[in-house]
């Protein structure tokens, strides 16, 4: 498919967004079936169907790539620093052969672009094509620049002193940004493999490039004199001057009492929430919001296969509005900030399969979209099986951005393995996070068959285990001071769980599996800014068939529940104590 070019403009780009919102439009679901595992192995036989490209092999080294000597370099976020090798200074740049090789192979017809054994340095995105597959040999490593310029350099949209930017989405926001390491748009048949977990793709998030940013992670925190991420933003003007639409009551409402709600992650959903367009939503050079290390925007047939993401700068893996997507023996090491490692959203058809994670946030985090930017729909018709958790926030999280609703979501057969339990801990097994912003809805998640066997984050810590403890967590209350406007209850609903196996690990003070084994929190209705009458609805229809939750260290009240109704346990034990009620 020949390479898309854009003009830098409201027009066009709100044009391109509405076009690519009819593009993924997604008929009704079927009625499930009375077996919802059935239509679970549904899923798995379709996303399981082979991709077939042109047999036609591009080898990057044909266009003028050349692997790079490598040097000693620190890898640092916060407390935590790392000995690690970066690319020699003045290294070959990659880039213009990779981009030129996926281009042969695209014009001839599709094929596969080989990146061969060896260290590459890439002062630049890969952007995936309609029939070509980008394979990474056995001990091929891609370092990408850590300069955040190299990102605002080869965009589609020419955004002036922001840079050529790409339309993206940031934590269910869309915007003009930073491109991603790896990015597609719109294309058909693709796939991103390499041949074992030697096949690297490292984002170099900790590693200071020298341009007078700081390293990708950095960005998350305050420096002294410095603008980023945890700031104020100067050139995030007003709302008065970019959204004149709007009352004085509507931009109290949008902008709440938070003294940076115009820092960047704060300032785009008050964009989204005032209605403007995308087109005027530029990032970018002189923003702090991180890219995804591997994005992919409304692609279908889609393969990620047999390689490892290290040190990404945001999430690990982000598709929006994709279906037929496999994910498949992919290991996610990256334990920065927001180091989500597969965050499919407003997905339909999605199969998680022998992956393993160890990541510096949710493992796997289901999302659809927030405020009012809800326009692909639903993440709908997810399998994840056969795969390990290790470090991470949760491991199988629904949320918290799901504006447009996530149902029939199947999860078997999971070693919920928190191997770091001492110092780098699982904080939940199963987490639904939710908030009176939100709105849309979580419903029709099964799990089964899933073991935890040196349980979650059990260390003491006071109050209710919502953030991390609990091997089961519902949170509708999740972060709400972070969000001002909270107009929209979400509904939860028919949560099935069934043969869970917790084990315990010894701690100084005794041995224990969790803080809590579930804590189900309801909507607040304290937390909701709307109008009165609206209805706001419990957690319903939760169900927790043969399990055994190990030791929680909150003995007196191993379960909590609040504004939760239909909570039924069969056949649970808890502490050795046999739990058989409603």
Same mark, same amino acid.
């Given at each position: 498919?020949?390479?898309?070019?854009?003009?830098?403009?409201?027009?066009?780009?709100?044009?391109?967004?509405?076009?690519?919102?009819?593009?993924?439009?997604? #008929?009704?679901?079927?009625?499930?079936?009375?077996?919802?595992?059935?239509?679970?192995?549904?899923?798995?036989?379709?996303?399981?169907?082979?991709?077939?490209?042109?047999?036609?092999?591009?080898?990057?080294?044909?266009?003028?790539?050349?692997?790079?000597?490598?040097?000693?370099?620190?890898?640092?976020?916060?407390?935590?620093?790392?000995?690690?090798?970066?690319?020699?200074?003045?290294?070959?740049?990659?880039?213009?052969?990779?981009?030129?090789?996926?281009?042969?192979?695209?014009?001839?017809?599709?094929?596969?672009?080989?990146? #061969?054994?060896?260290?590459?340095?890439?002062?630049?995105?890969?952007?995936?094509?309609?029939?070509?597959?980008?394979?990474?040999?056995?001990?091929?490593?891609?370092?990408?620049?850590?300069?955040?310029?190299?990102?605002?350099?080869?965009?589609?949209?020419?955004?002036?002193?922001?840079?050529?930017?790409?339309?993206?989405?940031?934590?269910?926001?869309?915007?003009?940004?930073?491109?991603?390491?790896?990015?597609?748009?719109?294309?058909?048949?693709?796939?991103?493999?390499?041949?074992?977990?030697?096949?690297?793709?490292?984002?170099?998030?900790?590693?200071?490039?020298?341009?007078?940013?700081?390293?990708?992670?950095?960005?998350?925190?305050?420096?002294?004199?410095?603008?980023?991420?945890?700031?104020?933003?100067?050139?995030?003007?007003?709302?008065?001057?970019?959204?004149?639409?709007?009352?004085?009551?509507?931009?109290?409402?949008?902008?709440?009492?938070?003294?940076?709600?115009?820092?960047?992650?704060?300032?785009?959903?008050?964009?989204?929430?005032?209605?403007?367009?995308?087109?005027?939503?530029?990032?970018?050079?002189?923003?702090?919001?991180?890219?995804?290390?591997?994005?992919?925007?409304?692609?279908?047939?889609?393969?990620?296969?047999?390689?490892?993401?290290?040190?990404?700068?945001?999430?690990?893996?982000? #598709?929006?509005?994709?279906?037929?997507?496999?994910?498949?023996?992919?290991?996610?090491?990256?334990?920065?900030?927001?180091?989500?490692?597969?965050?499919?959203?407003?997905?339909?058809?999605?199969?998680?399969?022998?992956?393993?994670?160890?990541?510096?946030?949710?493992?796997?985090?289901?999302?659809?979209?927030?405020?009012?930017?809800?326009?692909?729909?639903?993440?709908?018709?997810?399998?994840?099986?056969?795969?390990?958790?290790?470090?991470?926030?949760?491991?199988?999280?629904?949320?918290?951005?799901?504006?447009?609703?996530?149902?029939?979501?199947?999860?078997?057969?999971?070693?919920?393995?928190?191997?770091?339990?001492?110092?780098?801990?699982?904080?939940?097994?199963?987490?639904?996070?939710?908030?009176?912003?939100?709105?849309?809805?979580?419903?029709?998640?099964?799990?089964?068959?899933?073991?935890?066997? %040196?349980?979650?984050?059990?260390?003491?810590? #006071?109050?209710?285990?919502?953030?991390?403890?609990?091997?089961?967590?519902?949170?509708?209350?999740?972060?709400?001071?972070?969000?001002?406007?909270?107009?929209?209850?979400?509904?939860?609903?028919?949560?099935?769980?069934?043969?869970?196996?917790?084990?315990?690990?010894?701690?100084?003070?005794?041995?224990?599996?969790?803080?809590?084994?579930?804590?189900?929190?309801?909507?607040?209705?304290?937390?909701?800014?709307?109008?009165?009458?609206?209805?706001?609805?419990?957690?319903?229809?939760?169900?927790?068939?043969?399990?055994?939750?190990?030791?929680?260290?909150?003995?007196?009240?191993?379960?909590?529940?609040? %504004?939760?109704?239909?909570?039924?346990?069969?056949?649970?034990?808890?502490?050795?104590?046999?739990?058989?009620?409603?």
């Amino acid at each position: 498919m020949r390479r898309r070019r854009f003009l830098h403009g409201a027009t066009v780009a709100g044009a391109l967004l509405t076009a690519r919102a009819a593009a993924v439009a997604v #008929p009704a679901p079927a009625p499930a079936p009375d077996d919802p595992w059935q239509r679970a192995q549904g899923i798995v036989e379709r996303c399981m169907r082979p991709l077939v490209f042109p047999d036609r092999d591009v080898a990057i080294t044909a266009f003028g790539a050349k692997p790079c000597a490598l040097v000693p370099a620190t890898s640092a976020w916060r407390s935590r620093r790392r000995d690690v090798l970066t690319p020699a200074p003045g290294a070959a740049d990659c880039y213009p052969a990779i981009a030129a090789a996926i281009a042969a192979a695209a014009k001839a017809g599709g094929g596969r672009v080989l990146v #061969p054994a060896g260290n590459w340095y890439c002062k630049g995105p890969i952007v995936l094509r309609s029939n070509v597959h980008v394979h990474l040999a056995a001990n091929a490593q891609i370092y990408f620049s850590a300069d955040p310029a190299d990102y605002a350099k080869y965009g589609d949209i020419d955004c002036g002193p922001a840079g050529r930017l790409v339309l993206s989405r940031w934590q269910g926001n869309d915007l003009l940004n930073y491109s991603p390491l790896v990015y597609a748009f719109n294309q058909t048949n693709i796939a991103l493999t390499g041949e074992d977990w030697t096949s690297v793709l490292n984002g170099q998030a900790g590693v200071d490039a020298g341009a007078g940013t700081g390293p990708w992670w950095d960005w998350v925190d305050r420096k002294e004199g410095r603008v980023n991420a945890a700031t104020v933003n100067p050139l995030n003007a007003p709302l008065a001057t970019v959204a004149p639409w709007l009352t004085p009551e509507q931009r109290a409402l949008i902008q709440g009492t938070h003294p940076r709600w115009n820092g960047d992650p704060r300032y785009l959903p008050a964009l989204s929430e005032a209605g403007v367009p995308v087109a005027r939503r530029i990032f970018g050079i002189g923003h702090y919001l991180r890219p995804c290390m591997i994005e992919l925007i409304g692609c279908t047939d889609v393969l990620l296969e047999n390689y490892q993401v290290v040190d990404a700068p945001f999430w690990q893996h982000h #598709p929006v509005a994709c279906r037929n997507l496999r994910i498949s023996r992919v290991n996610m090491e990256s334990l920065g900030p927001n180091n989500d490692g597969f965050d499919p959203e407003s997905c339909d058809t999605v199969l998680v399969d022998r992956c393993t994670f160890n990541t510096g946030d949710d493992c796997i985090a289901i999302k659809s979209g927030k405020n009012r930017d809800t326009q692909y729909g639903a993440t709908r018709n997810v399998v994840i099986q056969d795969s390990v958790m290790n470090s991470g926030h949760g491991g199988i999280t629904l949320g918290s951005e799901m504006a447009g609703g996530i149902e029939h979501v199947y999860a078997q057969r999971i070693e919920f393995r928190n191997a770091h339990w001492a110092t780098e801990p699982l904080g939940s097994a199963i987490r639904l996070k939710a908030n009176m912003n939100r709105g849309g809805f979580l419903r029709h998640l099964y799990v089964r068959d899933v073991t935890v066997p %040196n349980g979650v984050d059990a260390r003491p810590r #006071p109050g209710i285990a919502t953030g991390g403890g609990a091997i089961v967590t519902i949170d509708c209350d999740y972060a709400a001071g972070d969000d001002a406007v909270r107009t929209r209850p979400t509904a939860v609903s028919d949560i099935h769980i069934a043969n869970l196996r917790a084990g315990n690990v010894r701690l100084a003070d005794g041995a224990f599996s969790c803080r809590q084994a579930v804590v189900i929190l309801g909507p607040v209705a304290s937390s909701f800014n709307g109008p009165a009458g609206t209805p706001i609805p419990p957690v319903s229809n939760v169900t927790l068939t043969d399990c055994d939750f190990g030791t929680p260290r909150n003995g007196k009240e191993p379960i909590y529940l609040h %504004n939760a109704r239909n909570v039924v346990l069969t056949r649970v034990t808890i502490a050795g104590t046999l739990v058989d009620s409603p």
